[in-house]
């Protein structure tokens, strides 16, 4: 079954790929650019990606008053008045919506 292992490679290559580019460049945590954090400046109008492990931020994109934010490389979102995110993560891996605030 070479289809197989082709695939696998193909697999791991894109996930390296996405790892080695979208990494921290704090700390160099791989894991940033799978499950990264988002973070609001509303006062200031930015909006960060946050690294998790180390806690770098990263100022990539625009936030509104009342929550919206446009990401730098053309994704989207909302920020919540309770301090949570969905949607597109704005990174070239969107760890499936949410997972912001925490
Ligand atoms: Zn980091």
């Not at 790892?19 to 700390?27: H, P």
């Not at 998790?52 to 919206?68: F, I, M, T």
């Not at 053309?74 to 949570?84: I, V």
């Amino acid at each position: 079954m070479e289809v197989l292992v082709f695939i696998g490679l193909a697999v791991a290559l894109v996930l390296g790929l996405i790892g080695f580019f979208g990494r921290c460049r704090a700390c160099g945590s791989w894991a940033h650019a799978f499950y990264p954090g988002h973070a609001a400046d509303i006062p200031h109008g930015k909006a960060s990606i946050v690294c998790k492990h180390c806690g770098d931020r990263q100022h990539k994109g625009e936030v509104s008053a009342d929550g919206p934010v446009a990401w730098m490389s053309g994704g989207s979102g909302q920020f919540h008045e309770d301090g949570s995110y969905t949607g597109d993560s704005g990174t070239f891996a969107d760890g499936g919506g949410g997972g912001g605030g925490e």
